[in-house]
C-alpha cells in the first residue's frame, strides 16, 4: 500500500472526487481527503487544475442544449437521412 492510499484516496477516487467537488456534492471528509491527496500528488493537483479551467472555459461560453423536442427532431431527421442513404 502506498502513502498516497494510506493517507485515504488513491488516484482515481480522487479524480472522482475532483470533479464531485467542482459541482459541490462533496462532503467535509471528501473535501479534506481530496485536498491532502492533491497536497501529495503533483499529477492529480496538475488534474484538478485542468478540470477547473475546463469547467470555467464552459462555463464562460454560456452553452446550451437541446430540449427533448429539438433531439428528437434531430434524431428524425438522422434517420430518415441514414434510410435514404442507404437506398442508393
Known amino acids: 500500500m502506498n502513502l498516497k492510499s ?11 472526487a475532483c470533479s464531485k467537488a467542482q459541482y459541490k456534492e462533496t462532503s467535509l471528509r471528501e473535501k479534506l481527503k481530496l485536498r491532502l491527496h492533491l497536497f501529495f500528488c503533483k499529477p492529480c493537483k496538475e488534474y484538478s487544475k485542468k ?10 461560453a454560456k452553452i446550451q442544449t ?10 428524425q431527421r438522422m434517420n430518415n ?4 442513404a442507404s437506398k442508393r
Not at 478540470?51 to 464562460?60: A, G, V, Y
Not at 437541446?66 to 434524431?75: D, F, G, I, L, Q
Not at 437521412?81 to 435514404?84: E, I, K, N, P, Y
Request: charged share 30%; glycine share 6%; proline share 0%.
Open 81 to 84: 437521412a441514414g434510410s435514404h
Open 6 to 16: 494510506l493517507l485515504g484516496l488513491n488516484c482515481d477516487e480522487a479524480a472522482t
Open 51 to 60: 478540470n477547473q479551467k475546463l469547467s470555467l472555459l464552459i462555463k464562460k
Open 66 to 75: 437541446c430540449s427533448e423536442v429539438e433531439k428528437e427532431a434531430y434524431r
